[in-house]
């Protein structure tokens, strides 16, 4: 299974969550309710948003997409993850770990894109209200987020193809529940010195440009925000985009927390509990939060589940006149 050293290493050895290993099950509970709670939700805000007329807006559009990119980085993620936790350790192929790595810098990236084109929307709703609607309109948004995909798409291409290059011939130990970027070139035998350059440079388009938008629009909006002279209206204003405004806090800071910080004062247990937040709570808090603070979207439940609940009943007296 595993060579010697100065030949090839064809699998990885995940660690896992060692030190907490006596209470492996109920941890796997834990992460098991999580990633079923988890798919969900998310699913949840795909079905309304495809089904309720009124959430037929562009940024009920880019949020399905969101639940949608959150189902992806989860999935990818949790399976193997359980595994994992539940055996207090588990192997992965050179190939399946570098696979992984390009879906989850799929995923985060496509997400960082969308939180970007949600403050666009904002922006325009708030600053620019008089041409919403005839700059958001379907045909735009769907451009929008098909670039998002796509660039993503690319984007991590040519950071995973150099990755695929390198050579493992050393330790084919890695202390994490998944196969993260940093990890795995510690491990390589090979100079890594320009995938580094690489990621450093893709950065820029994935994290840095995105948040520097969206906090500038974000300054514009709560701007425009103070000048509105009802306190009604201000508050209105505000609730639009408060969900989106936490959700783009939650994941970009635990995006700065994990590669902004540095991490040679943090232990391998604390980087495991930061990598958790966006591996797993982004993606099971961002359905939480648009549905709690979302008026609209308890309405569409709502509605939904009363015609849902109506149709079971039909459903079922029509068997019972049948019989």
Request: proline content about 4%.
């Amino acid at each position: 299974m595993f060579q010697e050293n100065q030949t090839t290493v064809t699998e990885f050895l995940l660690l896992g969550f060692q030190s907490l290993r006596s209470f492996n099950v109920a941890i796997f509970i834990l992460f098991l309710v999580i990633y079923i709670i988890t798919l969900a939700g998310n699913l949840l805000i795909i079905i309304l948003v495809s089904t309720s007329q009124s959430l037929k807006s562009p940024m009920y559009f880019f949020l399905c997409h969101l639940s949608l990119s959150d189902m992806l980085l989860t999935t990818n993620i949790a399976p193997n993850m359980l595994h994992v936790v539940l055996n207090g350790g588990g192997t992965i192929h050179v190939t399946g770990c570098i696979t992984q790595i390009y879906f989850f810098g799929v995923s985060t990236s496509t997400e960082t894109f969308l939180l970007t084109l949600m403050s666009l929307d904002r922006y325009l709703a708030i600053c620019n209200p008089l041409h919403y609607t005839s700059i958001m309109d379907f045909r735009l948004c769907l451009q929008l987020v098909t670039w998002s995909w796509l660039i993503a798409f690319l984007l991590i291409i040519a950071m995973v193809i150099p990755v695929s290059q390198l050579q493992f011939c050393g330790p084919h130990i890695i202390d994490h529940y998944f196969c993260d970027f940093d990890p795995l070139l510690k491990l390589s035998c090979s100079d890594t010195s320009i995938v580094k350059l690489g990621d450093i440079i893709l950065t820029l388009p994935i994290v840095l440009f995105p948040f520097v938008f969206i906090t500038s629009t974000y300054v514009s909006i709560f701007l425009t925000i103070l000048r509105i002279p009802s306190t009604t209206g201000r508050q209105k204003a505000f609730s639009t985009c408060s969900s989106h405004l936490m959700v783009v806090g939650t994941y970009y800071g635990t995006l700065i927390a994990i590669y902004m910080i540095p991490s040679k004062g943090h232990s391998f247990n604390v980087n495991k509990v930061l990598s958790l937040l966006y591996t797993v709570g982004t993606p099971l808090f961002n359905p939480i939060i648009y549905s709690l603070r979302n008026q609209e979207i308890k309405l569409a439940l709502m509605k939904y589940t009363y015609i849902r609940s109506s149709s079971s009943i039909l459903i079922k007296l029509n068997r019972e006149s049948s019989t």
